[in-house]
């Protein structure tokens, strides 16, 4: 493992332990790094450059790769604080709820959620006193063969609150409003495995249906592209021969019935 990763870890643990007022063990383990507390309810792994595939645990962990640490640590850093302590909580039932235009909704993707901001379709945000403080992104509706012609399936693509913010409630009331204004069949969603093995969403009456196979990256300076066959590799390589290769854990499926 190189020296940079190394302190980039480092830099992790003396944050987290900073912010949660814990003392953090860090574990240099086959190819990749361990930070632990008896106080933590997940271990977490972490991955250099060079190592390709994830560590197998049988305990629910949180896993993160270099670059993702390089390009997010302080969202990286807020997310599993909030994870551990929450730093302010709203109750959704004293927040506003309201459609989001594509900039509004983008920049707070950005400033808050670790994945690729999507702009979807229908854009929900809660307000607390005129702040965003959570948003849920939705995709148009889907036909689905099985269905009679009105049934529609529509997916959750982003659930975000706000940085250091855990609002109680607020995704159900985010929900309750799409499908006050537009009548789900269904609405389906995918949880990455690489922060919880298990999902939080089944307290909510979502139920999973699968666990999808881990997704394939190639990471070339901030970008990952994805790729599913040894053709689509060789393209990427060619484009960009100075990247590497990185898998996930997959994501859990579920779905919310509505009808």
Same mark, same amino acid.
């Given at each position: 493992?190189?020296?940079?990763? +190394?302190?980039?870890?480092?830099? &992790?643990?003396?944050?987290?332990?900073?912010?949660? /007022? *814990?003392?953090?063990?860090?574990?240099?383990?086959? #190819?990749?790094?361990?930070?632990?507390?008896? /106080? =933590?309810?997940?271990?977490?792994? *972490?991955?250099?450059?060079?190592?390709?595939?994830?560590?197998?645990? %049988?305990?629910?962990?949180?896993?993160?790769?270099?670059?993702? =640490?390089?390009?997010?640590?302080?969202? @990286?850093?807020?997310?599993?604080? %909030?994870?551990?302590?929450?730093?302010?909580?709203?109750?959704?039932?004293?927040?506003?709820?309201?459609?989001?235009?594509?900039?509004?909704?983008?920049?707070?993707? =950005?400033?808050?959620?670790?994945?690729?901001?999507? &702009?979807? +379709?229908?854009?929900?945000?809660?307000?607390?006193?005129?702040? =965003?403080?959570?948003?849920?992104?939705?995709? #148009?509706?889907?036909?689905?063969?099985?269905?009679?012609? %009105?049934?529609?399936?529509?997916? *959750?693509?982003?659930?975000?609150? +706000?940085?250091?913010?855990?609002?109680?409630?607020?995704?159900?009331?985010?929900?309750?409003?799409?499908?006050? $204004?537009?009548?789900? #069949?269904?609405?389906?969603?995918?949880? $990455?495995? $690489?922060?919880?093995?298990?999902?939080?969403?089944?307290?909510?009456?979502?139920?999973?249906?699968? @666990?999808?196979?881990?997704?394939?990256?190639?990471?070339?300076?901030?970008?990952?592209?994805?790729?599913?066959?040894? /053709?689509?590799?060789?393209?990427?390589? $060619?484009?960009?021969?100075? #990247?590497?290769?990185? /898998?996930? *854990?997959?994501?859990?499926?579920?779905? &919310?019935?509505?009808?």
């Amino acid at each position: 493992m190189n020296t940079s990763f +190394k302190d980039l870890v480092i830099r &992790l643990k003396n944050e987290l332990g900073r912010q949660l /007022e *814990l003392r953090l063990t860090l574990t240099e383990r086959d #190819g990749f790094i361990q930070i632990e507390s008896s /106080e =933590l309810t997940k271990n977490i792994f *972490l991955y250099p450059n060079e190592r390709h595939l994830r560590f197998l645990s %049988a305990d629910s962990g949180i896993h993160i790769d270099e670059d993702q =640490l390089e390009q997010k640590f302080d969202l @990286i850093v807020q997310r599993i604080v %909030a994870q551990s302590i929450n730093n302010r909580r709203i109750y959704a039932r004293k927040t506003i709820v309201a459609r989001l235009d594509k900039k509004v909704s983008q920049q707070f993707l =950005l400033e808050h959620h670790l994945q690729i901001p999507i &702009l979807g +379709k229908y854009r929900y945000g809660l307000y607390e006193q005129g702040e =965003l403080v959570s948003i849920a992104i939705f995709s #148009g509706g889907r036909r689905m063969n099985d269905k009679d012609d %009105a049934y529609r399936s529509f997916e *959750l693509l982003r659930f975000c609150n +706000k940085s250091g913010y855990n609002v109680i409630g607020g995704l159900s009331k985010l929900i309750k409003a799409f499908v006050k $204004d537009f009548s789900p #069949g269904d609405i389906m969603t995918y949880t $990455d495995r $690489d922060w919880n093995q298990d999902s939080s969403l089944e307290k909510i009456g979502f139920i999973a249906k699968e @666990i999808t196979t881990p997704i394939n990256f190639w990471v070339t300076g901030s970008k990952r592209f994805t790729y599913r066959t040894e /053709e689509e590799l060789k393209e990427l390589i $060619d484009q960009a021969p100075l #990247g590497f290769p990185k /898998e996930n *854990l997959g994501s859990i499926k579920m779905i &919310l019935y509505i009808k």
